[in-house]
């Protein structure tokens, strides 16, 4: 059939339009999934450890960031020159009349030359500064109309020193060579001016790339031929002309520019004509103030307003990292302005109204577990009581404050699901409280817990995958059972607050309590039990809550009416132990005896650790270490032992690596990517694979002790202060 020229016309005008259509529908569904890949990369959490004027930092807007030769942190501020030494800030201000001090205190670019002098460059067109970090003053340069050699104008907007030791300031109308020249027995200082012969445009960055050219940024890419000193421009970099320049060159030598205009700009290097060719990047379009790329050349991003971005160049993976109110570990604002990654992996962040952030990107490989809102398959709660399992990838997690049980069920160390047992007042096959507050899991699979109402709550669970409801009984008895213990001849121990020890009778169903006789010398050392061990003698090891530690022999733990060896603490007696409060208990792998208490970590010293027969008289003696031998706290909550023979300390403030044979500790904090500083009692547990774990009021850690390696920076140690007391 022929149709009129007409209608096949609109046909195809319609068939445009329809095309037109579906491409932005297209590309619509693509950018909003790159969004929502973009968010769910936040979920990959950084700890962001805030710094404030609170801190000591002299004002809220951190415009440049350096690190100098001696490790000292330099912030450039509305409010003049902060040096941080990572405890205090020292602040270099403009003195009125004092021809010594800072010439402006809005500063805007710092710069450290070989020599140790650091360059200012406020943003009030107050010339130049030179800090002498030995005698502490500043010597100003400014332009002088009569004098040629002085420094071209009072517009200063960077400087920077080439591989020869020439020092370049580039300003509003002239990039300006520092020349120094010995006149009389005095170094006198002058300027040698290179003016841009193509265009009246300001020269706001020089860099040196690694083939030795010297690059001048403006208006246009400039390279300056030094044997004759002319300029050769070549690419125009539009949007440029505002001074917020940010240069960086990754490893295969390109450029990437940051700008508050334009987003990112790539300049690849063409290695056969020997140019830059610029490449608009699609990475991120968005206004940007600073970019860094880290030591794993991924490219750090800060915008205005949007916060702060991340790069992965190899996974070719967006992160965005935002203010987070109700999270005082998120960026402290989304108007980033500068950056800087020190020499220990410490990310420096300068915003606009919120001061300092710092990041540790060399952290440790501490994976972190915590309750996510409205995600079922996380933690129900992040208050962490207890941690503990029997079965091959599989996790029991008790926690307080109202969250219950938790079962994380792995798949190669991926968590593939998570079931939460809860109280349910509707349903009697449901534990009897959520407060939990001591957990164990026995060899048969059965799970075993203490509630905060009284209760002990007994969970056989079914099997992972299968619809088979768990069979749940709880006991009523009295007392919160702060610990619970299962020894290998499968007797399960308890230790209550006020109600003592408790065995249970699987035959009978029933509990068997043991107290504290006060006339008693070899009855139960206390009332309130905080922790049990067994020995690989047999022994069950009883820690009290302030009245030290009672032994339960194998001689004597099956008797009804049992006698116990008591130690406690003796200020008399050095080889005591250090503290009466008993947290854990831990026999390494050549049967050393290691207790944590509230006041310093204990090593029993027992003649070829030989525990097969303890006695009242036999001698044990112990030797405590604190922190003044590297310990982060003298309360010590967990103890466990690695495959290479380290122990590892939870505490309340961080984790602590022990290497017994040197008496050395290596202390980790938040900042490593710890769930918190402060970590809680019964928390810990090793799985059969090495992997440990560690608890604490937000969500626990879990790790390979392997694959935690110190940071290999050893700062310089600097005096900044002397006191003398008298």
């Known amino acids: 059939m022929n149709y009129p020229d007409f209608l096949i016309s609109a046909t195809k005008k319609l068939e445009a339009i329809i095309m037109k259509i579906y491409s932005f529908i297209l590309l619509t569904s693509i950018y909003f999934l790159l969004l929502s890949n973009t968010s769910f990369c936040q979920n990959n959490k950084e700890v962001f450890e805030r710094i404030t004027t609170k801190d000591g930092l002299s004002q809220s807007t951190v415009n440049y960031i350096i690190q100098d030769k001696k490790g000292f942190m330099w912030f450039a501020t509305y409010g003049g020159l902060n040096r941080y030494d990572g405890?205090?800030?020292?602040?270099?201000?403009?003195?009125?009349?004092?021809?010594?001090?800072?010439?402006?205190?809005?500063?805007?670019?710092?710069?450290?030359?070989?020599?140790?002098?650091?360059?200012?460059?406020?943003?009030?067109?107050?010339?130049?500064?030179?800090?002498?970090?030995?005698?502490?003053?500043?010597?100003?340069?400014?332009?002088?109309?009569?004098?040629?050699?002085?420094?071209?104008?009072?517009?200063?907007?960077?400087?920077?020193?080439?591989?020869?030791?020439?020092?370049?300031?580039?300003?509003?109308?002239?990039?300006?060579?520092?020349?120094?020249?010995?006149?009389?027995?005095?170094?006198?200082?002058?300027?040698?001016?290179?003016?841009?012969?193509?265009?009246?445009?300001?020269?706001?960055?020089?860099?040196?790339?690694?083939?030795?050219?010297?690059?001048?940024?403006?208006?246009?890419?400039?390279?300056?031929?030094?044997?004759?000193?002319?300029?050769?421009?070549?690419?125009?970099?539009?949007?440029?002309?505002?001074?917020?320049?940010?240069?960086?060159?990754?490893?295969?030598?390109?450029?990437?520019?940051?700008?508050?205009?334009?987003?990112?700009?790539?300049?690849?290097?063409?290695?056969?004509?020997?140019?830059?060719?610029?490449?608009?990047?699609?990475?991120?379009?968005?206004?940007?103030?600073?970019?860094?790329?880290?030591?794993?050349?991924?490219?750090?991003?800060?915008?205005?307003?949007k916060g702060l971005f991340l790069y992965d160049t190899k996974e070719k993976r967006l992160q965005n990292f935002l203010n987070d109110k109700t999270d005082e570990t998120s960026i402290s604002d989304n108007n980033v302005i500068s950056l800087y990654v020190d020499r220990a992996g410490v990310l420096w962040i300068g915003t606009y109204t919120q001061g300092l952030c710092k990041c540790n990107l060399s952290k440790k490989d501490f994976y972190h577990f915590k309750s996510i809102p409205d995600n079922k398959n996380s933690l129900s709660g992040n208050a962490?009581?207890?941690?503990?399992?029997?079965?091959?990838?599989?996790?029991?997690?008790?926690?307080?404050?109202?969250?219950?049980?938790?079962?994380?069920?792995?798949?190669?160390?991926?968590?593939?699901?998570?079931?939460?047992?809860?109280?349910?007042?509707?349903?009697?096959?449901?534990?009897?409280?959520?407060?939990?507050?001591?957990?164990?899991?026995?060899?048969?699979?059965?799970?075993?817990?203490?509630?905060?109402?009284?209760?002990?709550?007994?969970?056989?669970?079914?099997?992972?995958?299968?619809?088979?409801?768990?069979?749940?009984?709880?006991?009523?008895?009295?007392?919160?059972?702060?610990?619970?213990?299962?020894?290998?001849?499968?007797?399960?121990?308890?230790?209550?607050?006020?109600?003592?020890?408790?065995?249970?009778?699987?035959?009978?169903?029933?509990?068997?309590?043991?107290?504290?006789?006060?006339?008693?010398?070899?009855?139960?050392?206390?009332?309130?039990?905080?922790?049990?061990?067994?020995?690989?003698?047999?022994?069950?090891?009883?820690?009290?809550?302030?009245?030290?530690?009672?032994?339960?022999?194998?001689?004597?733990?099956?008797?009804?009416?049992?006698?116990f060896i008591n130690l406690k603490s003796n200020e008399k007696k050095k080889t005591s132990i250090s503290n009466n409060n008993i947290n854990t208990f831990y026999q390494d792998h050549t049967g050393t005896m290691w207790i944590g208490t509230n006041i310093g970590l204990n090593k029993v010293i027992l003649k070829d650790n030989n525990f097969s027969d303890l006695q009242p008289d036999t001698k044990m003696e112990i030797f405590a270490y604190h922190m003044e031998d590297g310990l982060p706290s003298e309360s010590i909550w967990g103890i466990l032992e690695d495959n290479n023979s380290n122990l590892w300390l939870s505490t309340l403030n961080g984790l602590s690596k022990f290497d017994s044979k040197k008496d050395s500790f290596f202390n980790y904090n938040e900042s490593d990517g710890l769930q918190s500083n402060e970590f809680t009692h019964n928390a810990y547990f090793k799985d059969y694979n090495g992997r440990m774990y560690f608890g604490g009021f937000n969500g626990f850690n879990a790790f390979y002790p392997d694959n935690i390696k110190p940071n290999s920076c050893t700062p310089e140690v600097v005096f900044t202060d002397l006191k003398i007391f008298k």
Not at 264 to 278: A, G, P, R, T
Not at 476 to 486: A, D, K, M, N, P
């Open 87 to 305: 405890y205090t800030f020292k602040v270099y201000s403009n003195i009125p009349g004092d021809k010594n001090s800072l010439s402006n205190n809005g500063i805007t670019f710092l710069f450290e030359d070989r020599d140790g002098y650091i360059w200012i460059v406020n943003g009030f067109n107050a010339g130049l500064d030179k800090f002498d970090p030995v005698n502490e003053s500043f010597t100003n340069y400014k332009n002088d109309p009569n004098d040629s050699t002085s420094i071209s104008s009072n517009e200063v907007h960077s400087v920077m020193q080439d591989k020869s030791g020439n020092i370049w300031i580039c300003t509003k109308n002239a990039l300006n060579l520092l020349v120094c020249e010995k006149k009389n027995g005095k170094i006198c200082t002058s300027f040698r001016r290179f003016y841009n012969t193509f265009t009246n445009a300001t020269f706001f960055r020089a860099y040196e790339d690694r083939n030795g050219r010297l690059l001048i940024f403006g208006d246009y890419l400039y390279d300056l031929d030094r044997k004759t000193n002319k300029f050769q421009k070549s690419i125009p970099l539009p949007g440029y002309a505002y001074g917020k320049l940010s240069i960086r060159e990754d490893k295969s030598g390109n450029l990437w520019l940051g700008n508050l205009t334009n987003g990112l700009i790539k300049l690849v290097y063409n290695k056969k004509k020997q140019s830059y060719e610029s490449v608009k990047s699609d990475i991120l379009e968005v206004t940007t103030n600073s970019i860094l790329i880290d030591y794993k050349e991924r490219i750090w991003i800060s915008t205005e307003n």
């Open 384 to 563: 962490i009581s207890s941690i503990h399992s029997s079965v091959p990838d599989e996790l029991w997690v008790g926690i307080d404050l109202g969250g219950g049980i938790n079962r994380f069920i792995f798949n190669h160390e991926r968590v593939e699901h998570v079931i939460h047992y809860l109280h349910d007042q509707n349903n009697k096959n449901s534990i009897a409280d959520n407060r939990i507050i001591s957990l164990v899991q026995r060899k048969n699979g059965e799970v075993w817990a203490g509630s905060a109402l009284g209760y002990v709550i007994k969970i056989i669970p079914g099997k992972p995958g299968i619809n088979n409801r768990p069979v749940i009984k709880n006991y009523s008895i009295g007392s919160w059972t702060f610990c619970i213990y299962e020894d290998r001849q499968g007797i399960l121990w308890g230790g209550t607050w006020d109600g003592g020890l408790w065995r249970f009778n699987d035959k009978m169903d029933s509990f068997i309590f043991f107290k504290n006789a006060p006339n008693n010398t070899s009855s139960l050392c206390d009332n309130i039990i905080w922790s049990i061990y067994e020995d690989n003698g047999g022994n069950i090891w009883i820690g009290g809550h302030g009245k030290g530690i009672s032994i339960l022999t194998v001689k004597e733990k099956n008797k009804l009416s049992p006698q």
